[in-house]
């Protein structure tokens, strides 16, 4: 394909077929095609293609791990895409190279030498023939379909130009020696036998093929963000298997092989630590800098970055399944989408190239009537023709989408279609689910309050070890956050004797020769202790703030008020503001009670609260909140925010969370800050603008060009090289998506 109208021809042809829908993007050179199988073959669908006057095949596979030398794009051989630009490049160049004097001696008459006409039609031959080739060749086979598209325009104007030259050199007088004329802009009459037209179809040639090299060179570079998430991961593994190891492609792995990753080397595959500890650097999947501790039992992901020691990670998804390979799926298909304004530009792409060759015969037989001349005419018609390629209009949205989703799946951001950009600009609301998104979804070891003349890390250590040999939640929070905060791990804390387990109240045992209780204050009361007034204060005061108060006590004397909470992210209050700073209206939703919950929103700085909702009433809140005409986003992390997700104008899935929430929602944070939300948001809006902005530039473009272009004000050339202008201008507009920063 080489124009708007192209995508648009192929794409009518094959939703012409029985149970067959399809979307052909320009920019992405892909055609996304749902068909029934019963009915229709892949092979149908490229013979339908072809039919049409293209090519089509099937997406390769991905390239192997270990590829032969000397393929194109492998190593020894030269790049894929140097392979495929080489071709153009060097018609671009002989163009360029020849048509600079043919177009310097028409523009300067002090250049003009008895039989310059002549050299100028030995240089501007090969430029007409052989470096405008590809657009002949494509209209021969559009006109062969009955068709006609921008190379149709671009072929029948040079052709015109340079027959006409041939013309008036042969039969005319243009050939005769010392024959000079003067480089007009505007309309004259003059004797049509005596001009050449040569700089034209050499200088026309060249800016438009210029234009398609830069084209070709920026839609690379509009996808690069693509290719290179797909490039993340690992190409080979060491697997552990027959009590040794073994070192295979990464496509070789199976569910349940166990993978070694020593410091310094890429996880090859989503898993589970197995043995080891290390840092965790996965700042090129998620954009999150500060790399993670993990141990055994700890989750990875595959193309993180083993940045400490040595791992063992048990593989528990593998090639199509991992977490990258289901971001570039997203990222692909959001890029191979259409915006509601780009299906109206690829609806006018498609009567374009007939209308505007009606114009350019219209335009002729206007200026022959009203006598301005052949020449005149002609010159009008030819820059007609050249002026009116709808290129710009079909770059306009698929390379802002390649640029902005690229962008965004490198900072952890992924954008699942154009409609969602659409949506963005229309959200005033955003309901934020409290746990796991708001919140860490953990209990958390918050406060520490201890009686007079007890010694905190005491306290830390005794607590810590009786709670650490109980497998409740609470329990785990104290002893996890006992460890933090004594520089050690729960591992390391003192092992407990005669532990026991109280239901719903406690645990009681001796540490390090101390009868230790730690659980609610009625625990306490029935081993005869009683909370001092200052204890009693702050247990009173946690709980008020719906916080979990355990009260501690050894040896017959009450120590302690320890408070456990899900634990508010320290970056919550700012993600809020940021949201607000959009022009949304943020609510707090959840199924806690309501103190809870005005504790929470009182810290993150929101006003709004729903509190006590089941989660099956989550999607009845949402819908009330529409009903009264807001646009609502929703952001969630939980199964039991799927439907939610699905029902909210916009649903924001915390990649932390759950499949079914990520699969519900329209865009996906693979990071579990809330500020990535408010990023989010504003790239897609910035890239919805930045479409918007590309289309009315190429519309305008046509609107204005086209009259000066009939009116005779423009030559061929200079039509031609504000036509290559105007594609190359909507690719760099959109290239500035690549500058996008989060806010810091």
């Not at 490198?410 to 659409?422: D, N």
Request: charged share 20%; aromatic share 4%; glycine share 10%.
């Amino acid at each position: 394909m080489t124009c708007a109208s192209c995508a648009a021809r192929v794409e009518k042809k094959l939703n012409r077929m029985d149970g067959v829908t399809a979307t052909v993007n320009y920019a992405t050179e892909k055609a996304r095609v749902t068909f029934d199988e019963a009915d229709v073959t892949v092979a149908d669908l490229i013979a339908t293609v072809e039919a049409t006057g293209y090519t089509a095949r099937e997406p390769e596979p991905p390239a192997p791990a270990h590829p032969e030398p000397g393929e194109p794009g492998r190593p020894g051989g030269p790049p894929a895409e140097a392979d495929e630009l080489r071709p153009l490049r060097q018609r671009l160049f002989t163009a360029v190279a020849l048509a600079v004097p043919v177009v310097a001696m028409a523009m300067v008459p002090a250049l003009q030498f008895e039989y310059w006409q002549w050299l100028s039609l030995t240089l501007a031959a090969p430029v007409v023939t052989y470096a405008a080739w590809p657009f002949h060749r494509a209209a021969l086979t559009n006109a062969r379909h009955g068709a006609a598209t921008m190379d149709t325009l671009v072929s029948v104007g040079v052709s015109a130009a340079f027959a006409w030259s041939l013309w008036a050199l042969f039969l005319g007088t243009a050939g005769e020696p010392g024959m000079t004329h003067g480089f007009e802009l505007t309309i004259t009459r003059t004797d049509g036998a005596g001009n050449i037209y040569l700089e034209a179809a050499a200088g026309v040639t060249a800016f438009i093929l210029a234009g398609r090299y830069f084209e070709a060179r920026s839609k690379r570079r509009a996808g690069a963000a693509l290719r290179a998430l797909m490039e993340l991961g690992a190409k080979d593994v060491t697997v552990l298997r027959d009590g040794g190891e073994r070192r295979i492609r990464v496509e070789e792995l199976t569910v349940g092989d166990r993978v070694l990753v020593r410091p310094g080397e890429k996880i090859a595959t989503d898993g589970v630590v197995v043995e080891g500890s290390s840092a965790v650097d996965a700042s090129m999947l998620t954009g999150e800098s500060v790399p993670v501790e993990v141990g055994p039992g700890d989750a990875v992901t595959g193309a993180t970055l083993n940045a400490g020691g040595r791992l063992v990670v048990e593989a528990t998804r593998v090639g199509a399944d991992t977490q990258l390979a289901r971001m570039a799926k997203l990222v692909e298909d959001a890029q191979n989408g259409k915006a509601a304004a780009q299906r109206l530009a690829d609806r006018i792409s498609a009567v374009f190239v007939p209308v505007v060759i009606a114009l350019a015969f219209a335009t002729l037989g206007f200026w022959l009537g009203n006598d301005a001349g052949l020449t005149a005419a002609f010159t009008a018609a030819v820059a007609v023709l050249i002026i009116a390629c709808p290129c710009a209009l079909g770059l306009a949205t698929p390379t802002a989408l390649m640029v902005g989703t690229g962008r965004g799946a490198q900072l952890g951001i992924l954008i699942k279609g154009p409609e969602v950009l659409e949506t963005t600009r229309r959200v005033d609301t955003v309901v934020l689910d409290k746990t796991g998104t708001v919140t860490t979804g953990q209990m958390t070891l918050l406060a520490v309050h201890t009686a007079e003349g007890v010694d905190t890390a005491e306290l830390l250590r005794l607590a810590g070890a009786l709670e650490n040999a109980s497998e409740h939640p609470v329990a785990r929070a104290v002893a996890t956050g006992a460890a933090e905060r004594l520089g050690s791990t729960a591992a390391e804390l003192p092992t407990p004797e005669g532990f026991e387990a109280v239901p719903g109240l406690g645990v009681q045992g001796v540490v390090d020769g101390h009868a230790v209780v730690v659980g609610r204050e009625k625990l306490l009361r029935e081993w005869a202790i009683e909370l001092p007034a200052e204890l009693a204060a702050a247990r009173a005061e946690a709980e008020a703030a719906g916080r979990t108060a355990i009260a501690v006590a050894w040896d017959g004397e009450p120590r302690a008020v320890l408070e456990v909470a899900d634990a508010v992210k320290p970056t919550s209050r700012e993600a809020v503001t940021r949201l607000r700073a959009l022009g949304l209206t943020p609510i707090l939703l959840t199924g806690d009670n309501e103190t809870v919950a005005r504790s929470v929103a009182a810290e993150v700085g929101v006003t709004e609260v729903i509190a006590e909702v089941m989660p099956e009433d989550k999607v009845d809140v949402v819908r009330r909140l529409r009903s009264e005409g807001r646009s609502v986003a929703m952001v969630g992390d939980g199964v039991n925010d799927a439907a939610a997700l699905a029902e909210a104008d916009l649903g924001l899935a915390m990649g932390t969370g759950t499949d079914a929430a990520i699969e519900a929602g329209d865009l996906t944070l693979v990071r579990g800050d809330l500020r990535v939300a408010a990023d989010a948001i504003r790239l897609s809006r910035r890239t919805l603008n930045t479409i918007r902005g590309n289309l009315f530039w190429a519309f305008a473009y046509n609107v204005a060009a086209l009259p000066l272009a009939a009116t005779g004000l423009l030559s061929p050339m200079i039509a031609g090289g504000a036509m290559a202008f105007s594609s190359v201008f909507v690719v760099g507009n959109s290239l500035r998506l690549r500058r996008f920063q989060p806010t810091t």
